[in-house]
Structures are given as structure tokens and as C-alpha cells.
């Protein structure tokens, strides 16, 4: 048989699409990792037996089965040998699309019909063994996030699945920072309403962000909505995240601060997310006078952290516009931001003004100028 090499996994699968690949990964049948090391392969790790190729870097994978042997995602164990086939290590993939092998000839090797499942834009598990790993109902929801606007579904018998293995507590087993890196690549895909939405469907989302699991009862709820405009007008992933946890409700700066804190999510992230529920609550429940919008600036540190402070009014306002309320005052606060950068500070300390003196007088000379 000798050594043969297939293209798998994402790479194939995009191919078929006719997407961009990205990331190349192969599969090795017929060797051993000393063949491989002969070959000048560098091994990844320790005892999992991926390994670089020394030219293109690329990821190199012993064909390989799988078993389980915890809970979680913790609990694997392999099985590496050089009779294990291409097909016995395609069985042990998630998805049929993500299990269609290409040969160095450019044949198709495709156990599980992924072709079909692309042809019906099918989202659907290979076997049993999918409810091995719990990152699967993620993953799963990711792709749904990914391939919706090309018409992909999740097949019924997959959600059904996923729905048993959340009843089973599977889910429950996912760590925060596994579900963050999930969800964070989530917000960054062409449709990222749909990866809550899934997660919903598969009664998941109050298992993993019970905080904000009511965010997305309905497919037309205001955090879906302004998820979906800021995808559409390309918003950064900061933005794209403060409007998914987002809520009206007063419990909301408590319940954005514990799933922060909770999945570890970057600093910027959490900020960005209670900053603009918190404008938006002043905004909507206070007069907008000029001790307000100053108020506004002052809160939001938009002095210091201008670039947040953008990421900031952006989410507020695409949570008004799916909200139908009026226009959020983006405009207002940055021309108020740019008069108040303009002062010369230098100007009063050379008055002689210090420390709290010259804070006031700062103060009152902000609040002029954006009075105006
Ligand atoms: N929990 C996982 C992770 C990965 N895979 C398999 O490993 C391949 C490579 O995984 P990864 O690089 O994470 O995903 P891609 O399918 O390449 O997708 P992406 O475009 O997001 O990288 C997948 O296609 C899938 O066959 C899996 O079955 N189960």
C-alpha cells in the first residue's frame, strides 16, 4: 500500500463550495511517526500524532479513530496504526462535509455522502460517535452561522441529536473559554444570529450563556436584529457582541458582567458590551441636555479611549435602529467629543490652575463649549 496522503476536512469541503481555502489539512495512511519524522516532518506535541511539513508548515495527521473515555472534552483517547484507512478516519469527523478526502490524484473519497449533504445544503452528522465530543453542538451552530446565506440547514436528525445530548448534559461539560472562542468565531461569520438561534433550537443556549439565553427566544428579537446590521455593515466583533448581550432589562449590567467574567472574555469585549447598555439606559431615561452628553463622555471615558468610545456608539446605535427607536445621537457625541479634544488645557494651568481647581475649570469650560 505504501504511504498516501489526502487534503480533508475544511479545505475539501470549501473547495466543493467554491469558497477560498484557508487552512490545508492532511491525512497520512500507511505510515508510522518514525516514517514521518524520516521525512523531516516535525511532530506538534507531544503524543498526538499531527506533525508540520518542513516546507509548507502545514498540518500533517496520523489517520487515526477515536474514542471517548470522560466527559467533556477532556476525555479522548486515540488510536494511531498504519492500517487504519482514510475511511475509518473520516467516520470519526463531525459533519458529512467536513469528511470528504481528496487523493494526490485529485479522486474523491466520500464514505458519507458529504457531496449529497452539499448538493442538498445539508448540515448533517456522520454517525453515533458525534456525541463524543460536546463542541460539536457549537461547532455545529458555527456552520449554520457560516452557511445559512448559501441556504444550509441543520438536518433534522442532527438537531434531534444535539437535543439529546443537552438533555443527557453534555453541554454542561463545555468550558467557558471553549464556548467563548466558539461563539467569538460565531459573531465573525456572514449570518451570527443563526449560531444563537441554533443553540436555542438545541435547548443549548441556557446551558451555555444561560445569561442571555431570553436574548433569542425569537427570530426577530432586537439583539438578532442589530446583530444582523452589524454584521451587514461589517462592525467589528466588539460591537457584534454587545449587541447579541444586550438587553433592555434592568438585571442586564449584572448579567453581562457575570457571562464576561464567566467565559473570560478579552477585556475590551466586557467593556464595550456594559458601556453601551449603560448609555443606552441613560439616554433613554434621562433628558438629553448638555450635563447629560458631557455626563455621557465622562462615563464612557471617551477622552482617553476614543476608538472604544467609537465601537461603543456604534453598538448603541444599531440596538435603537433594531429597536425602532428614534436615531441614537452617535453624531451628537462625537461632535461634542471633538470640541471638548479642541480645548487648550494648556491655557489654564498656565493661569496657574492645579488639581481640583483645574479639573472644575476643564469641566466648565467642556460643558461651554458643547452648550454652543
Ligand atoms: N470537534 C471537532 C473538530 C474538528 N473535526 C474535524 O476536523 C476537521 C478540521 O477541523 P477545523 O480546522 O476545526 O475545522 P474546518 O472544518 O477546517 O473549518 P474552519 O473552516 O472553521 O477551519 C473538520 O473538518 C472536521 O472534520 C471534528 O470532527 N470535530
Known sequence: MGIQTYLVGGAVRDELL????KDKDWVVTGATPEDMIKKGFRPVGQDFPVFLHPKTKEEYALARTEKKSGHGYAGFTFFTSPDITVEE???????????????????LIDPYRGQKDIQKKLLRHISPAFREDPLRILRVARFAARFAPLGFQVAD?????????????????????????????ALGENDPARYFFELIEADALSVVMPEIASNFQSLSSVQAKALTLAQKDNAEAEIRFACAVNSAAQSNFDNVQSLCTRMKTPKQFKEVAELSAKLLAIWQEEPFSPEVRLSILQQADGFRRKDRFFLILRACSFLCEAADKK???KDQLISDLEKCTQ??????????????ELAEAIQAERLRVISL
Not at 18 to 21: A, K
Not at 163 to 178: D, F, P
Open 18 to 21: 467554491g469558497l477560498p481555502v
Open 89 to 107: 478516519d473520516l467516520l470519526r469527523r463531525d459533519l458529512t462535509i467536513n469528511a470528504i478526502a481528496k487523493d494526490d490524484q485529485g479522486n
Open 157 to 185: 436528525e442532527t438537531r434531534e441529536l444535539m437535543r439529546e445530548m443537552v438533555q443527557e448534559g453534555e453541554a454542561a461539560w463545555l468550558v467557558a473559554e471553549r464556548v467563548w472562542q466558539e461563539t467569538l468565531r
Open 327 to 329: 436615531a441614537f445621537p
Open 343 to 356: 480645548i487648550a488645557v494648556k491655557a489654564f494651568v498656565d493661569q496657574g490652575l492645579k488639581g481640583k
